[in-house]
């Protein structure tokens, strides 16, 4: 369980990495913390001719509050947002799915544009982003562009970053004050990957009121009227409904449908509580 | 002369019953530990294996890159070498030959075919990745079903089908009228899944030559370093004085590391033909994929009882998946051998019939995993046991209390004439049902939980019956037979002492365990006294620790050894007291004679520096002992426990959380009960994973599926419960110390204990499982199932 043989770079700028994986013409592989690259790196699945490890880039740990949004940047981890040395309070849920996400090892060194770009169906950032209506900032040769949350991921391990650009920074917009939120995570065990995610958004303030269906084979479910899914009420599921959506996106076998209904459901009653969500 | 153990010596802050902490931990703790893979040795080259990426296959060539031909080598530069027999003298066994480096026929994926060797491991992977296979593959035999079809494809063709062995046993009368007779029976049919071992050190092996004492040395991660040694040479075509065998810390064993290894004999041939030192390290992903080697039964199983619920009667084929090749030394028969024998467990069960095969498979072999065959029989017969309690309408407790041996008939013969050797069952079974509050729970049923999930309670009750003897292991035929387990008792010239024992500790506490009872008979204080193992050159020959069998007897040979030492201690003593040797005691260090007394030390300063001191006609053997012990019967002890569980299902995701866990268990006297503590919840979490999480899927074709630990899933410390130990101390009258082997209790009855919690929650659903493990997919499959009904 050793890597091939493979050449190193450390770019000091983020337009240096892309230039770097320009240069690289598709044998050029982007390494941050290494949570899912590493492994992938030992087990011989991947040959890279050349890493550019992007973890000494500064503006890839930069943060930012503005009026209206939460820009992270994407070099930063797990472990940075679950213990709050970046302070993601306008955002509740951005601490509590930090906190679930792996194990503390993995959350010390796995970076949350790393997941996003690597887009495993499971993963936890992928399953959330979309549905707090975040845009994402990339970096490539020819400039910077945003690209909506919802439609980065293309497919399972796909996305529409091309070969030479680098996530920057990920925009998330804040809540307003009466909006109420559901996530929940279904896992095998403690630190495993999910076996289904959902979330639910209401926030009546922005006119939003979304859900996630997320961990199925490809990129999550957006809903983003979701009142026709959950009832206006957010506890009326349309079950029918439901489980033709997730027929669509190939889960057909009924344990793995109860499981994304019981996730959704669960979801839409936490946002719906009379209790604050934590 | 008199040196009688003063009762039960509770009252000796260090002797046989005292929790002293462990004198191995300061260097674990401190990251001190010496592993196989913390030892350098300058020079030192890497190997990686190439292995097959098919079940079966005919081998046709190994194509090794002009390049790589002296640093790549197969079966061919191999030839010399005998392959691995374990051949078991049971009438009707099929020997299987397992080859070195694989040639003409490969039989399991993962199996060895050519070893590269580099300065470092990723430069020997390279090289792995470039030796090409030319192979036709075969269908292959993934599992028993396939195996015992009649147009199977065969495992060794020479055979003619695929089954080493059958044990057949039928006791106490005739099955086929209790069938027709019985009240109640139900049938089961049970699976266990094939899984892991997963210590947290891998294999290792570290071979290199001595020049200096002419030996070949082999440095490996082994519970058993004589058996190794004494296979190495019969494979290398060597005198055993030739190899060493060296086991130094060893991080887990299980099973795991109790047998002679194909890489430890590659590895030897290596070093001796390069002359340089070579090193081994299995990685996650051999492990994985080329080992699950452990626990996959079948069982199709009746019992038969009366009205009340009395059993009347057990029958059962069951099929144990052995893989390719029978394993040095514990052979492909054993587990099969151990389901027949065990299956009765620790019931008066009058008639009893059981056909058990060892099927052969395109899998690896199959090792022993701590508890060896009882975790899937413990299963089996308290999965039956519930149900015939269902059907008589009684709790699962009052049906086993109808059928367990009670105290007054110890020592008990069972139907099998196994010999329980002592203990209170029924007692064991009402401590654990108090512990659990069994009531209470059953009252907090009638209501729905608050957060919608169902609870259940289950039990699970077994004997381990550890330490067989001579008399057990001779009857099974096998290549290597315990006998006299041996101890060496040494002072030194200053006083202290040195103990040498041939068993091993891999996370047992043996040096501190050891050390206890050598203090218990000598008084010395456990920190200055040493006990040394896993050395061919340094301790007396044993087969190692396995089966439970290390405080029994390598604890009995170490007080056999106290014993004589303290003999020859006193005999100097009263000399230099001017008394009669009959007349000193000895103990806590000193000889005392009336109101006099020496020490240990001015004791070894007359034998080894001030001779002109001893007595005339001294013991000329000196300070050192080497004892044998063997139980006065060795039958085997009989630890046994019941295991209670209450968890909670979720049954819209079909997640099962275990809210309480009781173990009530009665391990004898216990040398140091924190330390069997400490056995119990670490096999009890390992029976956790094979309840709710361990499996290795095997595809059609014989490919493991889990080839990392994001698929292969192992209990985690969010997992376990905080695990509540009671215990009860029934000693064993045939033990030194009356102490029972208790390594292996905790991983047998989770799986059961689990099952039945789970089933007696889904009850009302109409639900009920026998498999393991219980995954959230066959408890929300079988429940949605259950709702179209």
Same mark, same amino acid.
């Given at each position: 369980m050793k890597p091939a043989p493979f050449d190193y770079t450390r770019p000091a700028s983020v337009?240096?990495?892309?230039?770097?994986?320009?240069?690289?013409?598709?044998?050029a592989k982007l390494i941050a913390g290494g949570q899912s690259l590493g492994p992938m790196l030992n087990l011989r699945l991947v040959q890279p001719r050349l890493l550019v &490890?992007?973890?000494?880039?500064?503006?890839?740990?930069?943060?930012?509050?503005?009026? &209206?949004?939460?820009?992270?940047?994407?070099?930063?981890?797990a472990a940075n947002i679950e213990d709050q040395r970046i302070d993601t309070g306008a955002v509740p849920l951005l601490q509590r799915v930090a906190a679930g996400i792996a194990y503390r090892a993995v959350r010390n060194r796995g970076t949350i544009g790393g997941s996003l770009c690597h887009a495993d169906p499971a993963a936890d950032w992928v399953n959330l982003m979309p549905a707090l209506g975040v845009r994402y900032e990339l970096v490539g040769p020819s400039g910077r562009r945003t690209v909506a949350a919802a439609d980065f991921m293309t497919a399972a391990f796909e996305t529409v970053l091309a070969p030479d650009e680098v996530l920057e920074t990920v925009v998330i917009p804040k809540p307003s004050a009466g909006a109420r939120f559901g996530h929940v995570k279904i896992a095998r065990k403690t630190g495993k990957f999910a076996m289904a995610i959902a979330v639910v958004v209401s926030d009546p303030g922005r006119g939003v009121f979304r859900a996630l269906i997320g961990a199925t084979h490809g990129r999550p479910l957006v809903v983003e009227e979701a009142a026709s899914l959950l009832g206006s009420d957010g506890n009326t599921p349309d079950t029918a409904r439901i489980g033709a959506l997730l027929v669509e996106a190939g889960i057909t076998e009924p344990a793995a449908r109860q499981l994304h209904l019981t996730a959704l459901r669960r979801a839409a009653a936490e946002a719906f509580s009379k209790a604050l969500p934590s | 002369?008199?040196? +009688?153990?003063?009762?039960?010596?509770?009252?000796?802050?260090s002797g046989v019953g005292a929790a002293v902490l462990r004198k191995e931990d300061a260097r674990f703790l401190e990251g001190r530990g010496q592993y196989v893979a913390d030892i350098r040795l300058p020079g030192t080259l890497e190997v990686a294996f190439v292995r097959s990426p098919v079940a079966h296959a005919r081998l046709k060539a190994v194509h090794v890159p002009a390049d790589l031909e002296r640093r790549v080598f197969t079966a061919e530069d191999l030839a010399d070498m005998k392959p691995i027999r374990a051949a078991t003298a049971l009438p009707g066994f099929k020997h299987s030959s397992e080859p070195v480096l694989a040639s003409g026929k490969i039989r399991y994926v993962g199996e060895i075919i050519a070893m590269c060797v580099a300065p470092s491991r990723a430069e020997a992977e390279d090289m792995a990745a470039r030796v090409g296979l030319d192979y036709e593959e075969l269908p292959a035999v993934a599992d028993v079903a396939r195996a015992m079809a009649p147009d199977a494809p065969l495992v060794h063709e020479e055979w003619g089908d695929n089954v080493f062995i059958t044990f057949s046993e039928d006791a106490g009368g005739d099955i086929d009228r209790v069938a027709a007779e019985a009240a109640i029976t139900v049938t089961r049919e049970i699976r266990t899944a094939r899984h892991c071992m997963f210590p947290m050190e891998g294999r290792g092996v570290l071979a290199h030559m001595d020049a200096r004492l002419d030996?070949?040395?082999?440095?490996?991660?082994?519970?058993?370093?004589?058996?190794?040694?004494? #296979?190495?040479?019969?494979?290398?075509?060597?005198?055993?004085?030739?190899?060493?065998?060296?086991?130094?810390?060893? !991080?887990? #064993?299980?099973g795991y590391k109790g047998l002679l290894l194909r890489e430890e004999v590659a590895l030897a041939w290596l070093t001796r033909r390069l002359g340089v030192p070579v090193r081994w390290l299995e990685d996650c992903r051999e492990h994985l994929t080329a080992n699950a080697n452990c626990r996959e039964h079948a069982y199709a199983i009746t019992g038969y009882a009366d009205? +009340?619920?009395?059993?009347?009667?057990?029958?059962?084929?069951?099929?144990?998946?052995? =893989?390719? $090749?029978?394993? $040095?030394?514990?052979?492909?028969?054993? *587990?099969?051998?151990?389901?027949?024998?065990?299956?009765? !467990?620790p019931y008066d069960l009058p008639v009893y019939r059981c056909r058990s095969h060892a099927v052969a498979s395109n899998k690896c072999p199959i090792l022993p995993y701590r508890g060896v065959a009882r975790t899937g029989v413990c299963l089996a017969l308290e999965t039956v046991l519930d149900a015939?309690?269902?059907?008589?309408?009684? *709790? %699962?407790? *009052?049906?086993?209390?109808?059928?367990?041996? =009670?105290?007054?008939?110890?020592?008990? *013969?069972?139907?099998?004439?196994?010999?329980?050797?002592? =203990?209170? $069952? %029924?007692?064991?079974?009402r401590r654990a049902v108090d512990a659990i509050d069994l009531p209470a729970i059953r009252e907090r049923q009638k209501a729905p939980e608050a957060d919608g999930r169902r609870i259940g309670v289950g039990l699970a009750i077994f004997c381990e019956q550890g330490a067989h003897g001579t008399s057990v292991l001779a009857s099974w035929g096998r290549p290597v037979v315990p006998g006299y387990e041996q101890a060496t008792a040494r002072l030194t010239a200053d006083g202290e002492l040195e103990i040498r024992v041939g068993t091993h500790s891999h996370g047992q506490g043996h040096e501190t365990t050891y050390a206890q009872i050598a203090h218990e008979i000598l008084g010395l204080p456990l920190e200055r006294i040493k006990v040394f193992q896993g050395d061919t050159l340094l301790v007396p020959f044993s087969t190692g620790t396995w089966g439970s069998r290390s405080i029994v007897m390598g604890g009995g040979a170490v007080a056999e050894a106290s014993r004589a030492l303290a003999l020859r201690i006193g005999a100097i003593g009263a000399w230099l007291l001017q008394a009669e040797a009959d007349a000193v005691e000895v103990g806590a260090g000193m000889v005392r004679g009336g109101e006099a007394s020496v020490s240990f030390g001015e004791v070894a300063r007359a034998w080894y520096l001030q001779p002109q001191q001893l007595p005339p006609g001294v013991d000329t053997t000196g300070l050192e002992v080497t004892a044998g012990y063997r139980a006065e019967r060795d039958s085997g002890t009989f630890s046994y426990a019941t295991h209670a569980a209450l968890v909670a299902v979720d049954t819209e995701t079909g997640l099962v959380e275990i809210l309480d866990y009781v173990v009530v268990e009665d391990g004898g006297v216990l040398v140091n009960p924190m330390i069997v503590d400490g056995q119990i919840t670490g096999g009890t979490a390992q029976g956790i994973g094979t309840g709710l999480f361990e499996a290795m899927p095997f595809d059609s074709e014989g490919q493991p599926l889990a080839s990392t630990l994001l698929d292969y899933l192992l209990p985690g410390a969010a997992d376990v419960p905080d695990i509540r130990i009671l215990h009860m101390e029934t000693p064993s009258p045939y033990t030194a110390f009356g102490v029972k082997g208790i390594g292996e209790g905790g991983a047998v009855a989770p799986p059961a204990a689990l099952v039945s919690a789970v089933n007696d929650a889904l009850r009302p659903l109409g639900v009920a499982f026998c498999d393991v493990p219980l995954t959230p997919d066959a408890i929300l499959g079988a429940i949605l199932a259950a709702g179209e009904r």
């Amino acid at each position: 369980m050793k890597p091939a043989p493979f050449d190193y770079t450390r770019p000091a700028s983020v337009s240096e990495a892309a230039a770097a994986l320009a240069a690289g013409e598709g044998g050029a592989k982007l390494i941050a913390g290494g949570q899912s690259l590493g492994p992938m790196l030992n087990l011989r699945l991947v040959q890279p001719r050349l890493l550019v &490890d992007v973890a000494g880039i500064e503006a890839l740990h930069a943060f930012e509050e503005t009026a &209206d949004a939460l820009r992270i940047g994407a070099g930063i981890t797990a472990a940075n947002i679950e213990d709050q040395r970046i302070d993601t309070g306008a955002v509740p849920l951005l601490q509590r799915v930090a906190a679930g996400i792996a194990y503390r090892a993995v959350r010390n060194r796995g970076t949350i544009g790393g997941s996003l770009c690597h887009a495993d169906p499971a993963a936890d950032w992928v399953n959330l982003m979309p549905a707090l209506g975040v845009r994402y900032e990339l970096v490539g040769p020819s400039g910077r562009r945003t690209v909506a949350a919802a439609d980065f991921m293309t497919a399972a391990f796909e996305t529409v970053l091309a070969p030479d650009e680098v996530l920057e920074t990920v925009v998330i917009p804040k809540p307003s004050a009466g909006a109420r939120f559901g996530h929940v995570k279904i896992a095998r065990k403690t630190g495993k990957f999910a076996m289904a995610i959902a979330v639910v958004v209401s926030d009546p303030g922005r006119g939003v009121f979304r859900a996630l269906i997320g961990a199925t084979h490809g990129r999550p479910l957006v809903v983003e009227e979701a009142a026709s899914l959950l009832g206006s009420d957010g506890n009326t599921p349309d079950t029918a409904r439901i489980g033709a959506l997730l027929v669509e996106a190939g889960i057909t076998e009924p344990a793995a449908r109860q499981l994304h209904l019981t996730a959704l459901r669960r979801a839409a009653a936490e946002a719906f509580s009379k209790a604050l969500p934590s | 002369m008199s040196m +009688e153990r003063s009762g039960h010596a509770r009252a000796d802050a260090s002797g046989v019953g005292a929790a002293v902490l462990r004198k191995e931990d300061a260097r674990f703790l401190e990251g001190r530990g010496q592993y196989v893979a913390d030892i350098r040795l300058p020079g030192t080259l890497e190997v990686a294996f190439v292995r097959s990426p098919v079940a079966h296959a005919r081998l046709k060539a190994v194509h090794v890159p002009a390049d790589l031909e002296r640093r790549v080598f197969t079966a061919e530069d191999l030839a010399d070498m005998k392959p691995i027999r374990a051949a078991t003298a049971l009438p009707g066994f099929k020997h299987s030959s397992e080859p070195v480096l694989a040639s003409g026929k490969i039989r399991y994926v993962g199996e060895i075919i050519a070893m590269c060797v580099a300065p470092s491991r990723a430069e020997a992977e390279d090289m792995a990745a470039r030796v090409g296979l030319d192979y036709e593959e075969l269908p292959a035999v993934a599992d028993v079903a396939r195996a015992m079809a009649p147009d199977a494809p065969l495992v060794h063709e020479e055979w003619g089908d695929n089954v080493f062995i059958t044990f057949s046993e039928d006791a106490g009368g005739d099955i086929d009228r209790v069938a027709a007779e019985a009240a109640i029976t139900v049938t089961r049919e049970i699976r266990t899944a094939r899984h892991c071992m997963f210590p947290m050190e891998g294999r290792g092996v570290l071979a290199h030559m001595d020049a200096r004492l002419d030996f070949l040395t082999v440095i490996s991660a082994t519970q058993m370093p004589h058996v190794v040694q004494h #296979g190495l040479a019969e494979c290398l075509g060597l005198p055993d004085g030739k190899v060493r065998v060296i086991s130094p810390d060893v !991080g887990g #064993g299980f099973g795991y590391k109790g047998l002679l290894l194909r890489e430890e004999v590659a590895l030897a041939w290596l070093t001796r033909r390069l002359g340089v030192p070579v090193r081994w390290l299995e990685d996650c992903r051999e492990h994985l994929t080329a080992n699950a080697n452990c626990r996959e039964h079948a069982y199709a199983i009746t019992g038969y009882a009366d009205s +009340e619920g009395r059993l009347l009667g057990l029958d059962c084929v069951a099929h144990v998946d052995a =893989g390719a $090749y029978s394993v $040095y030394p514990t052979s492909s028969a054993l *587990e099969a051998a151990q389901v027949a024998n065990l299956l009765p !467990g620790p019931y008066d069960l009058p008639v009893y019939r059981c056909r058990s095969h060892a099927v052969a498979s395109n899998k690896c072999p199959i090792l022993p995993y701590r508890g060896v065959a009882r975790t899937g029989v413990c299963l089996a017969l308290e999965t039956v046991l519930d149900a015939i309690a269902v059907e008589a309408g009684i *709790e %699962p407790w *009052e049906l086993r209390l109808r059928n367990l041996v =009670g105290p007054e008939r110890m020592p008990f *013969e069972n139907v099998l004439k196994k010999h329980f050797d002592s =203990g209170d $069952y %029924p007692q064991c079974l009402r401590r654990a049902v108090d512990a659990i509050d069994l009531p209470a729970i059953r009252e907090r049923q009638k209501a729905p939980e608050a957060d919608g999930r169902r609870i259940g309670v289950g039990l699970a009750i077994f004997c381990e019956q550890g330490a067989h003897g001579t008399s057990v292991l001779a009857s099974w035929g096998r290549p290597v037979v315990p006998g006299y387990e041996q101890a060496t008792a040494r002072l030194t010239a200053d006083g202290e002492l040195e103990i040498r024992v041939g068993t091993h500790s891999h996370g047992q506490g043996h040096e501190t365990t050891y050390a206890q009872i050598a203090h218990e008979i000598l008084g010395l204080p456990l920190e200055r006294i040493k006990v040394f193992q896993g050395d061919t050159l340094l301790v007396p020959f044993s087969t190692g620790t396995w089966g439970s069998r290390s405080i029994v007897m390598g604890g009995g040979a170490v007080a056999e050894a106290s014993r004589a030492l303290a003999l020859r201690i006193g005999a100097i003593g009263a000399w230099l007291l001017q008394a009669e040797a009959d007349a000193v005691e000895v103990g806590a260090g000193m000889v005392r004679g009336g109101e006099a007394s020496v020490s240990f030390g001015e004791v070894a300063r007359a034998w080894y520096l001030q001779p002109q001191q001893l007595p005339p006609g001294v013991d000329t053997t000196g300070l050192e002992v080497t004892a044998g012990y063997r139980a006065e019967r060795d039958s085997g002890t009989f630890s046994y426990a019941t295991h209670a569980a209450l968890v909670a299902v979720d049954t819209e995701t079909g997640l099962v959380e275990i809210l309480d866990y009781v173990v009530v268990e009665d391990g004898g006297v216990l040398v140091n009960p924190m330390i069997v503590d400490g056995q119990i919840t670490g096999g009890t979490a390992q029976g956790i994973g094979t309840g709710l999480f361990e499996a290795m899927p095997f595809d059609s074709e014989g490919q493991p599926l889990a080839s990392t630990l994001l698929d292969y899933l192992l209990p985690g410390a969010a997992d376990v419960p905080d695990i509540r130990i009671l215990h009860m101390e029934t000693p064993s009258p045939y033990t030194a110390f009356g102490v029972k082997g208790i390594g292996e209790g905790g991983a047998v009855a989770p799986p059961a204990a689990l099952v039945s919690a789970v089933n007696d929650a889904l009850r009302p659903l109409g639900v009920a499982f026998c498999d393991v493990p219980l995954t959230p997919d066959a408890i929300l499959g079988a429940i949605l199932a259950a709702g179209e009904r």
